[in-house]
């Protein structure tokens, strides 16, 4: 998603970022094609991840040949997903087109870039792809009575609800206080199916005073659950309004959680502990796949917008590996970023400080820069404390704090480790 022209009059909706709304008007077969993938933003990211990746699993850790061998399978399908959905994107942009799904990019306003109609909902097809690369996936890795395959599917069923309902609020324009709920809904087959341990490990300096190890939260774990789903699935779609900010953060974040999985199951001799961050390396890696390829159109200059479609899906899914994989304190360190965004949010959402009709910061047609507002956003407060830049270099600031969120959740494990838990 990006800044997009909105239409709308319903006051409930000023509250929420501004974001990029079909028109009414007609649209013809002849608009000329997007714009060709940025391969070299794709090339340039994919290497900080790759070189990582490929040196923990083959040299620093010894992992047991059959479950690097489905990691290896999964990356490779995954990788199959990234070109499908750089083919396909071109294609379902012709599609939604047609049925006046698109949007004006209103930090581009005043320049000719600012009348581009610009194709939106692109999320729906890259849901699509990753929908099909998980299901295929379950043909190499589980059989028919796998304890696993139970939690597979009800993790796919809470994803596929999270798209569908994403979709739903980019053509019928959800007003912003029944989004909160909706993850809600899309985490019930998720939490439904969850046969895991309910218990936290109490950290070692409070062991003393609590007198436990182990507590056992039974339902409140669950609901603790679900309130993560609805915050992971939310932070991405506020965390908004520049050209691939959403799609960028959630490459950030999900090379983040791959490299965590991998480095927990090297340290480990837990087996259950290990299949459990496998199963969230198999959900994560086609989202990382099939992001990269929608970021390849979406990084400025956008060709596409991503819409809430991408924005509910990713953070669902983002959620639902934390969950499963049963990192989600680490989880919620990896999105700092979006919890100080929530935070700056909180006395407009409140109501305690009157909350604009734009939250956008102001763009100067004339020198293509933008100015930060008072409103309280993270684009904006970058912008106030940085001063006025470029929307290309405030998204590169915003993805570099983001990267070094997930690199001081690392420094931290480390430190931690064995003193802590």
């Keep these: 998603m ?36 940025k391969s070299g933003v794709i090339l340039k990211l994919s290497f900080f991840f790759l070189v990582p990746y490929f040196y923990l699993i083959f040299y620093h850790y010894k992992i047991d040949s059959e479950l690097k061998k489905s990691i290896l399978i999964n990356a490779g399908l995954s990788l199959a997903g990234f070109f499908v959905t750089v083919k396909l994107i071109p294609v379902a942009s012709r599609y939604v087109l047609r049925r006046n799904l698109f949007g004006y990019d209103i930090n581009k306003k005043g320049t000719p870039q600012g009348t581009v109609k610009v194709p939106e909902s692109l999320g729906i097809a890259i849901g699509i792809v990753f929908m099909v690369l998980a299901i295929l996936f379950q043909y190499f890795n ?25 979709f739903v609020d980019d053509v019928l324009d959800v007003p912003w206080r ?75 974040i999900s090379s983040a959680i791959v490299i965590h999985n991998i480095m927990q199951i090297g340290a480990s001799t837990d087996p259950e502990y290990k299949q459990a961050h496998a199963f969230s390396i198999y959900l994560v890696q086609p989202l990382l796949a099939t992001s990269l390829g929608l970021l390849s159109y979406n990084w400025y200059p956008s060709s596409v917008f991503v819409g809430d479609t991408y924005t509910y899906f ?108």
């Excluded at 589980?142 to 994403?166: K, P, Q, R």
């Excluded at 684009?379 to 830049?389: A, C, E, P, T």
Aim: hydrophobic share 45%; with cysteine.
């Design 178 to 252: 029944v989004k909160l709920i909706l993850p809600s809904f899309a985490a019930l087959p998720l939490l439904m199916a969850y046969a895991g341990h309910t218990t936290i490990i109490i950290p070692k300096p409070l062991i003393p005073y609590v007198g436990l190890e182990l507590l056992d939260l039974g339902w409140i774990y669950k609901l603790y659950m679900g309130l993560l789903a609805v915050f992971c699935t939310n932070s991405i779609n506020i965390h908004a309004g520049l050209n691939g900010l959403e799609v960028g953060q959630t490459v950030v």
């Design 2 to 37: 990006a800044a997009r022209k909105r239409a709308s009059t319903d006051s409930s909706a000023e509250r929420q970022q501004p974001k990029e709304t079909s028109q009414s008007k007609p649209q013809g077969s002849n608009d000329p094609p997007i714009a060709p993938p």
């Design 314 to 421: 990713a953070g669902m899914t983002m959620a639902v590996v934390g969950i499963l994989g049963h990192f989600s304190e680490t989880l919620l360190i990896f999105f700092a970023p979006q919890v100080l965004n929530f935070l700056l949010s909180l006395p407009q959402l409140a109501g305690i400080v009157p909350c604009p009709r734009h939250r956008l910061p102001r763009f100067d047609p004339q020198t293509k820069l933008l100015t930060g507002t008072n409103d309280g956003t993270l684009v904006n407060f970058f912008l106030r404390q940085f001063g006025r830049m470029s929307e290309k270099s405030l998204c590169i600031y915003l993805l570099v704090f983001q990267a070094i969120a997930c690199f001081f959740c690392f420094l931290l494990g480390y430190f931690l480790a064995g003193w802590y838990k």
């Design 142 to 166: 589980f059989t028919a009575d796998s304890n696993w395959l139970v939690e597979y599917n009800a993790a796919l069923a809470s994803i596929c609800f999270m798209l569908l309902l994403g």
